[in-house]
C-alpha cells in the first residue's frame, strides 16, 4: 500500500451493508482515482468478497482470529481473508480488543499469509508497546473521542506527535495513522502535519449526506 492513506471502517452500519457497502466502496475507488491519494476500506465481514471482487483499491477485513484453520469454530483465519481477495485486516479494535498474546500471534498469522495489519491502539504508550509486535501500520485511536466528531488531530494532537516519536523509537518500518472523531478535511491535513502517514475514519464517511464530497475534499486535503 502507498502513504498517505485514508482507511474508511464501515463497521457494522445499516448504511454500510451489502449493496450500500458496495456503493461507499465504488466512491472510495472514484476518489482515488481522481486524487491518487491511497483508500482502502473495510467492509463488515459478509460483504468481504463481493466488495473485493468489484473494485480494485484495498479490501481490509475489520477483524482477525490469531489461529490457523483447523478446529476453530466461528473464528476468520487469515487464510479464509486471502482466498476471498481481501489484503488485510484491522486488529484490536476498541470496540473489537484482543488479548496481547493474542495481537502478536494474529500479527505473525497476517504476515505469514502476506495480509496487511493495523494495529489499533488507544494512546502512545500502548501504541509503543505494539510496534515491538512489528504490525505494518499502528492507528492510534483515543477511544473517548471515537464517534464523537471530535478529532483527535485537534482535540489531543500530543498524542499524534508523541506516538509518532515513540513508535520510531522501537521500529521504523511502522507506518503510523490516527483516528478517533476525524470527521473534515481540516482534521485530515492536521493529521498529516503533526507526523501521522494517514487516517482511519468510520461514521463521518459512512453516515455522511454526501460521503462522496466529504472524501474527495479529505483526499484533496492530504
Known amino acids: 500500500m502507498r502513504f498517505p492513506i ?13 449493496d450500500n457497502g458496495l456503493r461507499l466502496a465504488r466512491i472510495a475507488e472514484k476518489i482515488a482515482d481522481e486524487t491518487g491519494v491511497e483508500i482502502a476500506v473495510c467492509p463488515q465481514h459478509l460483504d468481504l468478497e463481493m466488495i473485493a471482487s468489484r473494485v480494485r483499491i484495498p479490501v481490509l477485513a475489520q477483524h482477525v482470529d490469531p489461529h490457523p484453520p483447523g478446529p476453530y469454530t466461528g473464528s476468520v483465519v487469515a487464510e479464509a481473508l486471502k482466498a476471498k481477495g481481501v489484503r488485510g485486516s484491522l486488529l484490536n479494535h476498541s470496540e473489537r480488543r484482543l488479548q496481547l498474546a493474542d495481537i502478536g500471534t494474529a500479527i505473525k498469522r497476517l504476515a505469514q499469509t502476506e495480509l496487511v495489519s493495523i494495529l489499533c491502539t488507544g494512546d502512545q504508550d500502548i501504541s509503543r508497546a505494539g510496534a515491538a509486535l512489528n504490525p ?10 471515537i464517534g464523537s466528531g471530535i478529532a483527535v488531530s485537534k482535540a489531543k494532537p500530543e498524542v499524534v506527535t508523541e506516538t509518532v516519536a515513540n513508535v520510531r523509537r522501537v521500529n521504523e518500518r511502522v507506518h503510523i495513522l490516527c483516528g478517533a472523531g476525524i470527521s473534515g478535511p481540516e482534521d485530515v491535513a492536521a493529521a498529516i502535519r503533526l507526523g501521522a502517514e494517514g487516517v482511519l475514519l468510520s461514521s463521518a464517511f459512512v453516515k455522511n449526506a454526501d460521503p462522496e464530497g466529504l472524501l474527495r475534499e479529505m483526499a484533496r486535503s492530504i
Open 6 to 18: 485514508i482507511v474508511l471502517n464501515f463497521k457494522a452500519y445499516e448504511e454500510a451493508l451489502g
Open 136 to 145: 505494518d501500520m499502528i492507528a492510534v485511536e483515543p477511544p473517548e473521542l
